[in-house]
């Protein structure tokens, strides 16, 4: 099992900046692939953003590309999310997740093996 917790969540302006992180613990971290799903109200959970156990390759929706940079930290077991320029649209809960073994240039939630409880992130116009 992995256990992984969110944090840095909160409300922010149009335009300005936040950084997420989650925290990994019960296996060994730097084996996982880890990503960032967004879900706003009403609708599905979708990809944001993925980092890989190899090599460091990441992998963006097409929507935060240019915005948003995932970085980890295996020594201290931690993945994060810099967001820039943040749009309303950007609002939503956000989670962490990971996969040990798929890899790719597109993530479904179905590919992802565990998954934190997510924090809130909202965008004011």
């Known amino acids: 099992q992995v256990q992984l917790v969110e944090s840095g969540g909160g409300s922010v302006q149009a335009g300005g900046s936040l950084r997420l992180s989650c925290a990994a613990s019960g296996r060994t971290f730097s084996n996982y692939n880890m990503g960032w799903f967004r879900q706003a109200p009403g609708k599905e959970r979708e990809f944001v953003a993925a980092?890989?156990?190899?090599?460091?390759?990441?992998v963006y929706a097409n929507s935060v590309k240019g915005r948003f940079t995932i970085s980890r930290d295996n020594a201290k077991n931690t993945v994060t999310l810099q967001m820039n320029s943040l749009k309303p649209e950007d609002t939503a809960i956000y989670y962490c997740?990971?996969?040990?073994?798929?890899?790719?240039?597109?993530?479904?939630?179905?590919?992802?093996?565990?998954w934190g409880k997510g924090t809130l992130v909202t965008v004011s116009s």
């Open positions: 980092i890989s156990s190899s090599d460091g390759s990441t």
């Open positions: 997740a990971a996969n040990q073994f798929f890899w790719g240039t597109y993530f479904r939630p179905g590919d992802m093996d565990y």
